[in-house]
């Protein structure tokens, strides 16, 4: 981390990206909109990728206003300058290694004083900061009043009003971005003696920093380490001096300076919004806030939660998505129409059976990993990704995540993981790479046994609901044995890891209807990461299959199962779904929906291979996320256990399901 420059001062010249673009970093607290003015601004078109030595994502993306590029970053969400979390450290590196041309601070228009005084830390540290009061619309709504004209006059830099989720506020927005910003001196300050002791610091300071010498001053007497290290390093021999006073400082306010400093803030809030911010005598209570507070209550949440997933997971994504798009498209188009023309076509061309199959025969490139791909995969992840980009626009998910923050608590979890595992449904893949927001390394190994072993990614999910649709009994049993798997195990990983479970906070967007737009782009920019992750993979286990046929080493493997098969009462040729699940669940749970359309298992075969299959290990994409994420012995550890486990607890239930009768 570097927070000096090798020349100039805290208001040299930007940097610029590889290719050209000026650079404008999105900062504030986590669900203020951010992302939403970033979609916005940039569209679809973006880049994902892990900040240089972290496990943190940065969205990157492009837009062009008066025929000029500028390069839009999504910094993670962060609280004060002074970061306490990775993701917090990010941003910070992001402002001060990457030197914007603009910072636009986003912050919720309902709760500016409590997230203003990162806006005063921002304007004193000199950066060029354009403010943006997010979600207007809610405020007015609830009755707020806020003076822009005046606001912005008050805190000395440009404030734009703004809705972004409805795209108001965005064209101001990018005016900004395109107009020459400048920082400029503070037009507040602090008391008497906080302003001496910052300056006697200050004035110790003879290096050249990105940063202001006061907000350096501050973040010292505040025990910032990373920037004590930083200023030992351009200070050289001086630092002596600095050191010494930041610790007779320290010393003589030990016991207040971290209260003051945060009550004089507030002060300053206090005087920035009077007069600029009326709340109405009488608070009006929308319609939205009501709905907001039955789904975090759990005797209106919890009947709420499953309202959604019946008609989200159940009927759109099971029932549609897995049964009537896929019969459609699997049914229809690949098995009435393009399998066999296609068929027709490989024949016709290449004069070698052998290669032939290779394409078009039973674990052909076309007519098993594409149709598998396109026909079966790709309808259920379309429709489930749909519903959860409804959700997301919603802002359903952060309470959710109240409504469940007690029972993962029992877990060693929060329910901040909430998201990761709902998102889980989704891709199991995409979901490990996002425990990496979770707090502790135990909530991330937690969190990431969990996913491997109970959570089903979405194609896996939408066929197997498909398939134990016609036997309402047969899904049940699924779904129980799947719930109490994973309130077991969960007790059981707290009980085995040490740790403590850390606090729960989170930011609560508004309740809102979702935009069609923003729904669209999210879904899109998924579907589009998906596809592109799975049908190589497709491809590749389609000619691994073709050369164990051709070799028979893979009849060896199925004949090497069958006595695993029989124990769990499935017939050998069961044995093919697993050996697929190696490669992706979805694509053994695909192998499922070909022996359910030959008739070869019944309702207790199928509710055992499915639950089997659902806790089988993880796909080879997600295994390698484990392993770039907690390491080989970890990812291997958690790949040994969940195999382990899944045909134990195969066996038990099949044992069951016999001497019940109950399927």
Known sequence: MSFFGKKGSCHETPTVSSTGAKKVALVGNPNVGKSVLFNALTGAYVTVSNYPGTSVEVSRGTTTINGEEFEIIDTPGMYSILPITEEERVAREILLTERPHLVLHVLDARNLERMLPMTLQLIEAELPVVLVVNIMDEAARMGLEIDIPLLSERLGIPVIGAATAKK?????????????????????????????????????????????????????????????????????????????????????????????????????????????????????????????????????????????????LYQFVGVFGAGTLVDLLEGKGFEGFFNPWITGVVRGSLPWPIIQELFVGEYGIITLGFRYAVGIILPIVATFFLFFSVLEDSGYFPRLALLVDRVFKTMGLTGRAVIPMVLGFGCDTMATMVTRTLETV????????????????????????????????????????????????????????????PMFYMEIPPMRLPQFSNVLTKTYTRMQWYFMEILPLFILASVL???????????????????????????????????????????????????????????????VAAVT???????????????????????????????????????????????????
Request: aromatic fraction near 10%; proline fraction near 4%; charged fraction near 20%.
């Open 168 to 312: 108001v506020g965005v064209p101001e927005i990018r005016a900004a971005i395109a107009g020459s910003t400048a920082s400029s001196t503070p037009p507040f300050g602090y008391s008497r003696l906080m302003e001496a002791d910052i300056a006697e610091i200050a004035g110790r300071l003879k290096g050249e920093y990105i940063l202001s010498k006061k907000s350096l001053a501050l973040l010292l007497l505040q025990g910032d380490d990373e920037v004590a290290e930083l200023v030992r390093t351009s200070e050289g021999e001086g630092f002596a001096l600095v050191e010494a006073a930041v610790r007779d400082k320290r010393f003589e306010r030990r016991e207040s300076f971290h209260l003051d400093l945060s009550m004089e803030r507030k002060a300053i809030v206090k005087k920035v919004l009077d007069g600029a911010f009326r709340t109405p005598q009488k608070r009006v209570v929308t319609l939205a806030e009501r709905i907001s507070r039955l789904t975090v209550r759990p005797t209106t949440g919890i009947p709420l939660l499953l309202i959604v997933l019946y008609f989200g």
């Open 442 to 501: 135990r909530e991330r190994v937690i969190a990431t046994v969990l996913l491997a072993l109970a959570i089903p990614c979405s194609a896996q999910l939408g066929v197997i609901m498909s398939l134990l649709a016609k036997t309402p009994g047969a899904l049940l049993v699924w779904g129980l044995c799947l719930f109490g798997i994973f309130l077991l195990v969960g007790l059981l990983a707290a009980k085995v890891l040490p740790g403590d479970t």
């Open 613 to 663: 299959l659902t806790l089988f290990i993880p796909c080879v994409a997600q295994f390698l996320i484990m392993k770039k994420e907690r390491g080989w012995k970890v990812a291997i550890g958690i790949g040994l256990f969940v195999s382990t486990f899944a045909f134990g607890t195969g066996w038990l239930l099949n044992r069951f399901l016999l001497l019940t009768n109950i399927l």
């Open 545 to 607: 299959l073709w050369l164990g046929k051709v070799t028979h080493f893979f009849e060896k493997m199925i004949e090497a199962m069958t006595p695993v098969m029989a124990s769990l009462g499935l017939p050998k040729e069961s044995a093919v779904a697993f050996i697929f699940g190696f490669f992706r669940r979805d694509y053994g749970a695909a192998g499922l929906y070909d022996l359910q359309s030959k008739g070869l298992m019944n309702a207790r075969q199928l509710t």
